[in-house]
């Protein structure tokens, strides 16, 4: 017979509350946001600087560094430590080609932006929980993005020149290069693949 007094839990009680991860309101992440926002305001009257001093893009990154800062240390949200690191990088991004006005780039720099800020985001969230699945995800995404960004600097700037110039390399860099990225997708897939077999 079975006790009928013990109670077990039920899907509605949903998974314990982790005690690294207390539930932090939404106002709080909001409210520190907003603070750091009124300092740097503040500091930037104090100091008389202004937004054509530092460029436009410094918006976008300050606001990338505020969401990146509440979702590593406040908030404790995967999502906004990706979505604060995408938005950092496409403010330094922008800051690049605001100030030399190469906004050519974006026909390679968009790797960046993409698999390589949300890779590091994903890294910094699995560093920040311990997580090692998230830390070896976000680094072979990091790594994939930093891969396309270099054969696409070599393809447009290097064979095409899309900057008007064409740079001085090799003619074999490239196939080089597309091969050596080639081999370490094929290796972290083989090793993917059996990685459950020998656990």
Known sequence: MTDSTA?????????PPRPDEPNVPPAIGLGVALLLIGIALFVG???????DDVGWPAIVIGIGIVILTLGLFVNREQGM???GTVATTVGLVLFYQNSTGHWESWAYAWALVGPAASGLGLLLWGARTGDPTEIR?????LLGGLGLFAVGFLFFEGVIGISGRQLPLPEWVLPVAVIGIGVVILARGIFERRRPESS
């Open 137 to 141: 995800n976000g680094t072979w995404a």
């Open 81 to 83: 430590v990706i979505g």
């Open 7 to 15: 109670t077990e839990p039920t899907a509605a009680d949903g998974p």
């Open 45 to 51: 009257q104090l100091f008389d600087i202004g937004i």
